[in-house]
């Protein structure tokens, strides 16, 4: 499979009161073309603002460095105004909160043909027509009606799927979903799941999906990144991460998870909390919550090495390898 | 075996200007016994929220009886809580809107003990004993709720509720608003304090998983109305509502399988004008034709297990 986009060292800076802190670390990544690549971790590990770098949409006075090579372009070094040419065009975002994402005065037509008739230069009518098929692809009862709606007037699923059939618009390379189903029902998510899996495969699509849900990773996701404190803790295939994970973090996460057979075993929460912005401890950013840590996890910052083929794992001392 | 708490056939309507009154909750049927943790699990809109409201007293009822040690609970409206429902109390879903920012949060832990009757200095003690005691360290007292992540301050309200020495609590939703490793650390907390001080729990939830893991007792509604109800166990491995069955199976599981969850199809319909009939038919994978017009009561199956369908054996 063709590199859709690669991400190479990415550290991003936010300004808070205390100067500029470091929300992301030195990221690395690659995502395929028609792979479903998934960024989990916790609040504040900073997969959020990962997206949020490669579309240029960073809080004020943010600042990035590295790379993020996306079509032979790097995203990081574009100017405002070419980066709104991919922004809608060839990378494309759904967020976690359709309530918000979609405008609540205007109708479904104005949102979902804007970006159309903004980036392809098409009429009103062809943008129409397009949109009512974008919305059946998205499985909107009576598109041609909907059209004419507005977002009240759908549930939050729904709403999903129109925020979703927006993104679409311009027949994207690369989708970056954040939190895509935290805000809806089991029931509901189901079903936006399988849309994003039926999409990435009819249309070769490329979807980032960012969640802290271990199981909506497990659903969707080709290869898993775990993030820690702003930097990549073990980053490797679905089946690898999910059953045989090779760093701590991602065994507690695991962990904490209530068990897939029930029984009255108590959940394992992971003690401690995650470091907040600024304040991401020397060494390993996982050292003072885990089980496992040694001298040199205190003073060392360690980097994601390759423990077999395609999986990395930034934990030298390797406390989970020890049985493979 | 009586009841701690006993909630039944509760109606609540919304009424609003202009539009049919909204009925949230239809005919529901609970009980809880003491030093027992019933989950309370369904769709957004279902009406769990309304239904625990409803039997701490938050919220009035349109008809049905709800009894808390045997005594009759009225809605509280703006009324102080009556010295015998003290022991009935709720815990919020987001601890970042249910403290107040501006007071300590000793104080604000305190304040139980003081409309108990408690000298002020008596109260404070008490409430570093709380605090401790639900994890957090004795000098959160003279602190402010925005010091405390979203984990420490659902521990907060946790321990307010406690002041109160409740023996029976309503839970909406306390963990999600948290992150993963601080739900699993919270909905430990609660288990322990229900075996411990014997109190009853109501575990109202949209994560089945967690249900699953701490309930003793799991009731599914839908749409207004408890569908099944039954030991946790039992209600996982063999549902005998093809709702529950379908919510069961949209769970995903973080196996690494790469298994997409079943897709239950359609929207929960608008409460104010529900189906006619069993109100799961349109949705429902095995409805029969007379379902459209015969509405199951919940009727009790077997092993303490009850459910309202017809299917159900």
Redesign the interface.
């Given at each position: 499979m063709a590199t859709l986009l690669e991400v190479e060292d990415l550290t991003v800076w936010l300004a808070t009161r205390n100067g500029p802190r470091k929300a992301v670390d030195g990221l690395s990544f690659r995502v395929d073309s028609g792979e479903v690549f998934g960024i989990a971790g916790?609040?504040g590990s900073g997969k959020t603002m990962t997206a949020m770098a490669l579309l240029g949409l960073l809080p004020h006075a943010a600042k990035t460095s590295g790379r993020a090579v996306f079509e032979g372009r790097d995203l990081l070094a574009m100017k405002p105004r070419a980066l709104r040419d991919v922004r809608g065009r060839s990378i494309a975002m759904v967020s976690q909160d359709p309530s918000t994402s979609l405008h609540p005065m205007l109708s479904i037509e104005t949102q979902v043909t804007e970006h159309m008739r903004h980036h392809l230069g098409i009429g009103k009518s062809e943008a129409r027509g397009r949109a009512v098929e974008l919305l059946s692809t998205v499985r909107i009862p009576d598109p041609e009606r909907a059209l004419k709606a507005h977002p009240a007037q759908f549930?939050?699923?729904?709403r999903q799927r129109i925020a979703i059939a927006v993104a679409l618009a311009c027949e994207p390379r690369l989708l970056l979903a954040d939190e895509p189903t935290t805000a809806l029902?089991?029931?509901?998510?189901?079903?936006i799941?399988?849309l994003l899996?039926r999409l990435r495969r009819e249309r070769d699509l490329a979807v980032v999906v960012i969640t802290?849900?271990?199981?909506?990773?497990?659903?969707?996701a080709d290869r898993i990144c775990v993030m820690y404190g702003g930097r990549t803790a073990e980053v490797g295939p679905?089946?690898?991460?999910?059953?045989r994970p090779r760093h701590p973090y991602t065994r507690?996460?695991?962990d904490?998870?209530?068990?897939?057979e029930?029984?009255a075993?108590?959940?394992?929460?992971?003690t401690g909390?995650?470091p907040s912005l600024g304040a991401v401890p020397d060494g390993c950013p996982f050292h003072p919550r885990c089980a496992f840590a040694v001298d040199s996890c205190r003073e060392r910052r360690p980097e994601p090495v390759l423990v077999e083929t395609g999986h990395l794992s930034a934990c030298p001392p390797d406390p989970l390898g020890g049985a493979a | 075996m009586s009841a701690l708490l006993e909630a039944t056939g509760v109606a609540v309507e919304y009424h609003r200007t202009g539009a049919p009154p909204l009925r949230a909750v239809d005919h529901a049927d609970l009980t809880l016994a003491r030093g027992e943790i019933l989950g309370l699990v369904g769709?957004?809109g279902c009406g769990k929220s309304t239904l625990g409201r409803a039997i701490v007293g938050l919220q009035g009822t349109t008809s049905g009886e709800i009894r808390f040690d045997g005594r009759p609970v009225a809605p509280l409206g703006l009324r102080r809580r009556p010295a015998e429902l003290r022991g009935l109390q709720m815990v919020f879903q987001d601890p970042y809107a249910s403290l107040n920012p501006r007071r300590l949060v000793g104080d604000q832990v305190g304040d139980g003990y003081l409309l108990g009757g408690t000298s002020k200095t008596e109260a404070r003690r008490r409430a570093g004993e709380l605090l401790e005691r639900v994890g957090l360290p004795a000098d959160a007292v003279k602190r402010y709720p925005h010091e405390f992540?979203g984990?420490?301050r659902q521990r907060i309200a946790i321990a307010r509720t406690l002041a109160a020495e409740p023996s029976c609590i309503i839970a909406d939703e306390p963990i999600s608003a948290l992150?993963?490793?601080?739900?699993?650390?919270v909905?430990?907390l609660l288990?322990e304090l229900v075996r411990e001080l014997d109190m009853g729990l109501v575990f109202i939830s949209?994560d089945?998983?967690?249900v699953?893991?701490?309930a003793d007792r799991t009731a599914v509604m839908y749409l207004g109305r408890v569908v099944e109800v039954g030991p946790?166990?039992q209600v996982?491995s063999e549902p005998a509502h093809p709702y529950t069955k379908?919510?069961i199976s949209?769970?995903?599981?973080?196996?690494?399988?790469?298994?997409?969850?079943?897709?239950?199809?359609g929207?929960?319909p608008d409460p104010s004008r529900p189906p006619g009939g069993c109100r799961f038919h349109p949705r429902c994978p095995v409805a029969l034709a007379s379902c459209a017009h015969d509405d199951p009561p919940l009727t009790i199956l077997r092993d303490g297990r009850s459910a309202a369908c017809v299917l159900a054996e």
């Open positions: 916790e609040s549930s939050g699923g729904m029902d089991v029931t509901v998510q189901a079903g799941l399988r899996d802290h849900d271990l199981g909506v990773m497990s659903a969707v679905r089946e690898t991460v999910l059953t507690g996460l695991l904490a998870l209530p068990h897939p029930g029984g075993a108590t959940l394992r929460p992971i909390s995650p | 769709e957004s992540s984990g420490q992150d993963a490793s601080a739900q699993a650390s909905a430990n288990v949209h089945l998983s967690v699953r893991q701490i946790t166990r996982w379908a919510l949209a769970v995903p599981r973080a196996d690494g399988a790469g298994v997409l969850p079943v897709e239950l199809p929207d929960v």
